[in-house]
């Protein structure tokens, strides 16, 4: 009897092996087909000279058009963090982290004329909106001549709308919601809940506002200040910023940015975006501002690797779970 559970055994083995390699099998060729058939851009091997962070390993796909000029897809969608661990489904397609890791791999290959940012977000972490944003303007330095071309989805929201201030032009569909205009410092008092439920709080501390916010606390008078401060003074920098790159005054910018969301037709009437249209209407605006009559557009796909699928399993232990729990944050975000 265990030679015979020994043999079953051996058998259930043997053909799970041969399942594995014939899965492969198929992934090598399907792989190679695409490679052959031209739906996949091999990038130049010049590439391969810089650094994994300047240059990311990523496939490029060819997604639309025939033209002579290349020019990248890069979407951005949900919450804009760049913290977020690395594992197979942290870092998705639209993510913040996929979006930086898509506009740097375009800024360093030669051939990309344009990118034509695909947003869809209700904004985010101010520092991640202002790296992305940043990211879009080296874009452009890096090479005389390229543009960038943002189409806004269901909502381009407050940090949102701060990243596609790089855009040379920004186009909304018509029942977009934009603009949102404005930064949140937003935290929990717990104080009361935790009196009634005998939780109390011990913080030992070096000075008096080393634990400002704490939910277990009240806020000074003078604390509340300096936090209106901070938040006025971030402000002042998102105000400058429309102002500059939307050709606007700033006096009539903070008439705007109160936090308030608009609608496509307001947004073009107040100045905030350059049209209404769809995603054919961006490649063509890019296509005109480049003088070409046509583009031919890429989208970056993530590299797939086993070692993903163990971080994927990492990223969801007990403790990354728990350092995954809200916490203070500077935020632009519009909540529905």
Known sequence: MASERRSRHGCLWALLIVALLAGLSVIFVIAGIAALSGSVHMPRAASFSR???????????????????????????????LDEEDGLFSSGPGSAVSALKA?????????????????????????ASDILYRELIAFKEAQPG????????????????????AADRIVAHPTTLTGSIGVLMQSFNLKELGEKIGVRDVTIKSGANKDILNPFGELSPEQRAM?????????????????????????????????????????????????IGY???????????????????????????????????????????????????FMYLWQP
């Open 227 to 275: 936090l209106q401060g901070i938040v006025d003074n971030l402000h002042e920098r998102f105000i400058q910023l429309v102002a500059t790159h939307r050709g606007m005054p700033p006096d009539e910018v903070r008439k705007l940015a109160d936090g308030r969301v608009m609608v496509a037709d307001d947004a073009v009437a107040a100045g905030l975006i350059d049209e």
């Open 103 to 127: 506009i740097r791999r375009a800024t360093h290959d030669a051939d990309v004329k344009a990118v034509i940012l695909e947003v869809d977000s209700g904004g985010g972490g101010i520092t």
């Open 146 to 165: 390229r543009k960038v071309v943002a189409v806004c989805g269901d909502v381009a929201a407050s940090g949102a709308y701060y990243v596609s201030l």
């Open 279 to 329: 995603w054919n209407d961006g490649v063509a605006a890019a296509a005109e501002m480049l003088g070409v009559p046509s583009l031919k557009v890429y989208r970056y796909e993530k590299e797939f690797s086993f070692s993903d699928m163990f971080k994927s399993w990492t990223a969801m232990a007990p403790q990354s779970l728990i350092r995954r729990l809200p916490a203070t944050r």
């Open 51 to 81: 650094g994994e962070d300047e240059y990311p390993k990523l496939t490029e796909v060819w997604a639309s058009g025939d033209g002579n000029t290349k020019a990248v897809m890069v979407p951005l969608k949900g919450i804009i963090f």
